[in-house]
């Protein structure tokens, strides 16, 4: 790795494309000549909105999102979307979710503040080790939507086919594996993201809505910033946006789509995946957490025998230059994310690493 840089596998903030980095390095004190770095620049500039639309347009491009959806980048990250989607989805008050892990939790504890929630299925009971079966679920008539956390970054967990929601629009968190492979916008109502999980800095979500979902009928109560309208009718200029990250994800846009698009990203993405469950799979030391037709291509979890070795493989892992190794508190084990940034070297090095710490301490 160049500039000493280290194999980050971490779930998030994660590694960015080098060249996109270098490139932010090479326009950072003067912007295409614009005597000032995009962190300087107002938000109403012309150089600025140059960069929002031309991101925009690059992300419509990459994913083919069809006309009738608004593209807008909002605050918060994440957790702010919990709270947004019921907001200003739940019209009849009922949210539906799939309960598959950390994320899809969080979710449902944020949606019941504003209405009720029902858990139409649930991997509860499997220690979110998969995915639960979503062919045949019990939708009310007047469910608002149908929400999925599309892949739990803690648990490693993916869905390969989507739920069957029975008419009702579909709704997907999707930051752990936005841009990771290709998407048919057209099956779902509306998908956000955390961007800083496989596209760039923290702090921003991109939210991709059907038109027809954005109301002007929302309650009095709901403030003016967490509502979709005033984003999609300002461009996602209502207020200073995050300039800095929406300057970034353009670069990995263009990144992206000088790099073979999403199908390219795709490829890559299962061929790293499969180094590295190929290996747990063949190891007596180190064991996959979930079962394999809903294995994250993007959010790897393992175990060793014991809790010690758990924590002395991460540290090892560490040492040897492989960071973030370290499961997420709440489950323990340890945990590659590789997400389209990591490149294929870097989970072949970790599987030689891996490899070796298992001759010396099983
Ligand atoms: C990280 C993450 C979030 C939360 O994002 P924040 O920006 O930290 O609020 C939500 N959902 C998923 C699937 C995530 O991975």
């Known amino acids: 790795m160049k500039y000493g840089r280290t194999y980050n596998f971490s779930a998030g903030p994660a590694m960015m494309p080098e060249p996109v980095l270098e490139e932010i390095a090479a326009e950072m004190m003067n912007y295409r000549l614009s005597g000032m770095c995009v962190m300087e620049m107002s938000h109403r500039s012309g150089v600025f909105q140059q960069i929002r639309d031309e991101a925009e347009a690059d992300l419509r491009k990459l994913m083919n999102i069809p006309g009738n959806y608004k593209v807008l980048f909002i605050q918060g990250g994440g957790t702010v979307q919990f709270a947004m989607v019921p907001m200003n989805l739940m019209k009849n008050g009922l949210g539906c979710y799939v309960e598959t892990g950390a994320w899809s939790k969080k979710a449902i504890a944020e949606a019941k503040k504003y209405g009720e929630v029902k858990i139409i299925a649930s991997s509860a009971d499997r220690n979110f080790s998969c995915i639960p079966d979503c062919r045949d679920m019990d939708i009310p008539d007047n469910a608002d939507y149908v929400y999925i956390c599309e ?42 993201g955390g961007v800083q999980k496989n596209v760039g800095p923290a702090g921003m979500a991109i939210v991709i809505i059907r038109d027809d979902l954005i109301r002007d009928d929302l309650p009095e109560y709901v403030p003016t910033y967490m509502n979709y309208k005033t984003h999609a009718d300002n461009d996602s200029l209502y207020n200073t946006p995050n300039c800095w990250a929406i300057y970034c994800c353009g670069k990995v846009f263009k990144y992206l789509l000088e790099n073979g698009g999403l199908e390219e990203m795709h490829r890559r993405n299962k061929e790293k995946a499969e180094i590295l469950y190929d290996f747990l799979d063949h190891s007596e030391f180190f064991t996959g957490a979930v079962r394999r037709e809903d294995r994250s291509l993007m959010n790897v979890p393992f175990v060793t025998p014991s809790r010690e070795q758990d924590a002395d493989a991460a540290a090892a892992a560490k040492a040897a230059g492989f960071d973030n190794l370290k499961g997420h508190k709440s489950v323990g084990g340890l945990r590659a994310s590789i997400y389209n940034a990591m490149p294929k070297e870097g989970v072949e090095a970790l599987v030689r690493f891996l490899r070796k710490y298992e001759e010396e301490h099983a």
Request: net charge positive.
């Open 151 to 192: 892949n739990e970054t803690i648990n490693g967990t993916t869905y390969f086919q989507l739920p069957n929601t029975k008419g009702k629009i579909l709704v997907s968190d999707q930051s752990s594996m936005f841009l990771s492979r290709p998407c048919d916008v057209s099956k779902y109502g509306l998908i956000w």
